[in-house]
């Protein structure tokens, strides 16, 4: 199935769409050469971090406890950016009735993709395919004055597809989609700052994530019936989001066929392993969903105005973006996002309770540390079976004695031993950047503690 009608920001999850020439010679060489070695599926399994099972279903992946680590503090980072960028978080259901859809045009436009109606009573209800239709009516709970422009309003939460050929084992074709979204309500003269801003915030966490997209593209409606016939709507639109693709200085390519039903978008494009491109954040400005919803702000003439609505997604789907990050450093995450941040290794039983105590201090620091004592084998084989944490901690008795922690590093860098607290408090400043580096001393002696 080569159609992806988009129906949201969240549409950037083309999943389906067809590995062409064009597509895989857009891939930097090295993830072209990745393959299979690169796929997430098998990295997935084998690190831990989510699996399915064919009787939950096809496309219905769950999280295993590392995954679900990985995930948290992905959630956590967007919230957070999103918050200095003056988002507000919002919690709305799944569910919709069926008339919403209705009126935002899913119905109509993007049903195919929808899972059918349930009954109930009198009424039907349908898993939403967006979270733009509740946004909308939150934006309309309660008059606006242009005072309150731009409201920024997010929500990292669940949508739904019907997607047919949702395959079992992976994070990118899913039917159940997780997705960062935010809608920002504004008045036409903001929107094009609005949409700047938001592909700033999308540059800023690729930077922190360590994700290269390979290229910015403006999608445009093609031909068919599921765009909304509004040509007016739809050049005021192309040419506010060319503005703002301009002012941000980032080279893009015009592409027919991809827009959302409602609307031209920004797509902020990856490629996976084997080199297919897909969209992972997006940036939409829609004249469409406000009419339809009849959204209305007062503004300072005291008459009635309609507002705009930006919709854009910083990291896509959290199924997607950890799709491509599992690739990316095939289970060597940066510190901050690894499972487990440090290893504590008790050379022998004696070294236990410090190794505990020092685990209970990662807590209370909101560090992710583990022991891995003497019955899961001997150093050497707990060594290995921690390579991809990114500190690892052998406690000898010298170590236990003196408070001394004598940090390896997952890169083979072997520390002098450190008073723990600082140790620890090194480890906790790397984390809360986002550092990509393990530590910050590129020139550290090595041969620290044998351990
Ligand atoms: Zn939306």
């Known amino acids: 199935m080569n159609s992806h009608p988009i129906a949201s920001d969240a549409a950037s999850v083309p999943a389906s769409a067809p590995v062409s020439e064009a597509t895989s010679d857009a891939a930097p060489a090295a993830v072209r050469g990745a393959g299979a070695e690169g796929d997430h599926r098998r990295l997935g399994r084998a690190l831990g971090l989510f699996d399915t099972d064919p009787l939950i279903g096809s496309g219905l992946p769950y999280w295993l406890p590392d995954g679900a680590a990985i995930r948290h503090t992905l959630e956590e980072f967007v919230r957070d950016r999103e918050r200095r960028a003056g988002y507000r978080h919002v919690y709305s259901p799944v569910l919709g009735k069926r008339e919403l859809y209705e009126i ?45 422009l731009p409201l920024r309003i997010a929500e990292l939460g669940g949508m739904y597809r019907s997607e047919l050929s949702g395959v079992l084992g992976g994070l990118t074709r899913v039917r159940a989609i997780q997705l960062n979204d935010a809608h920002v309500f504004c008045t036409p003269e903001q929107a094009a700052d609005e949409a700047v801003a938001a592909l700033e915030l999308i540059g800023e966490a690729h930077r922190a994530l360590g994700i290269r997209p390979v290229r910015y593209r403006l999608s445009l409606p093609g031909e068919g019936g599921k765009y909304v016939a509004d040509p007016a709507l739809w050049e ?15 080279p893009f390519e015009a592409v027919a066929g991809e827009a959302a039903f409602y609307g031209p ?35 300072p003439d005291g008459a009635k105005h309609r507002p705009v609505m930006v919709h854009r997604s910083v990291i896509g789907s959290v199924e997607r973006v950890v799709a491509h990050l599992i690739e990316l450093y095939g289970g060597a995450f940066p510190a901050w996002l690894a499972p487990t941040q440090l290893v504590l290794l008790p050379l022998t039983e004696g070294e236990r309770a410090r190794a505990e105590q020092l685990r209970e201090r990662c807590l209370d620091l909101g560090l992710r540390a583990e022991v891995a004592g003497p019955e899961r084998g001997s150093l050497g084989a707990r060594i290995r079976e921690a390579r991809l ?4 901690a052998v406690l000898g008795p010298r170590e236990a004695a003196d408070g001394l922690l004598a940090l390896r590093l997952r890169d083979g860098r072997r520390l002098e031993p450190l008073p723990a607290g600082e140790a620890l408090a090194r480890i906790r400043a790397l984390v809360g950047a986002c550092a990509q580096e393990l530590w910050d001393e590129p020139g550290e002696s090595r041969g620290g503690s044998s351990g």
């Open 265 to 299: 978008k920004i797509d902020v494009q990856i490629a996976d392993a084997a080199g297919r491109e897909s969209t992972l954040s997006t940036v939409q400005i829609d004249f469409h969903q406000p009419e339809r919803f009849g959204l209305q702000y007062i503004g």
């Open 389 to 392: 944490v990114p500190y690892q």
């Open 236 to 250: 005021r639109a192309t040419a506010l989001l060319t503005e703002v693709l301009s002012r941000s200085g980032v």
């Open 104 to 148: 935002s045009g899913h119905w109509q436009h993007y049903r195919d993709d929808m899972f059918p109606p349930m009954d109930l009573g009198a009424e039907q209800v349908v898993l939403r395919p967006s979270l733009c239709p509740h946004h909308a009516l939150i934006y309309r709970s309660r008059p606006r004055s242009h005072r309150e």
